[in-house]
């Protein structure tokens, strides 16, 4: 419950079920406020209403949810760009380790690229290791700064860098959405947040809201992991385009995170935000 109403997450009539996204998405909003309000603040029941007891609800969240899985209906992209729309579908959750982060940072959100000239400044600006560190924390760089060492052109092009750099909208964590209910794990997607940063690092709902808004950009289902190369190459001489994982023999990223679980190489996340396990699948019935 929230505010004294229910919150909906799963609706099921028979073998058809409805889920968060369509509940929110879709349903008209008056026969919504009807269903999540059954009684009313001052106590009248609205409709009839029977509380389940604590083993029906969890064969209930379990038929809904294998339901729901058959339909594939939390795999679509659109309900991956909220984690509210399958926190209740008994997935696992990871996070993706550096290689996989630095592969959709610089493919997705790249950075705008350095120049001679911008060397250069760098080199005859004898601020930049201030400027830098001001423009990382996303601190003013006053005039006293650009000029406190005389000439400002070169600290000034520094400054305009390092601070349209630290504006941008970067890929910082990657995470994975896998159903492991089955003998063989399937990837049901990825999303990408950006990396918290000052109070955001100890905010204890930092993830949660993170992944209830991740980068657009950064959202993929099975298909288009299936479709996204771990390697790209350019030129006669076939350099790997900078973000590259050639460390790998896997082909797309979905083959990349296939064999990363199956190494334990990600980091679990599950039971730091899901209300419910994950369904796992057991060997010979334990």
Known sequence: KRN??????????GNEVVTRYDIVNKMPSSLMQALSEPISPQGK????????????????HTLARNLAHASCLYERKEVLRTIDNYSYAGYALYE??????QRLRESITPSYPRTPSLEEAERECAATSEIIQLASQRKPISNFVIYQYGSSGDCESVKNYYQAVAGLIRIGRVYIIADLSKAEPHIVGMVSTQAPTGLLKTDPDFLKNALNGPISSGVFDAIDLL????QEYEGIERVPVKGSITSTSARNLYEYCLEGLHRNNFIDRTSEIFPFPAARYKRNGH
Do not use: H, N, W
């Open 227 to 230: 479709q996204f190369p771990t």
């Open 96 to 101: 993706g380790d550096s290689a996989i982060t």
């Open 45 to 60: 029941r609205l409709y009839p209403l029977e509380v389940l007891s604590a083993k029906m609800q969890t064969q209930e």
């Open 4 to 13: 004294g109403a229910f919150d909906l997450k799963t609706l099921r009539f």
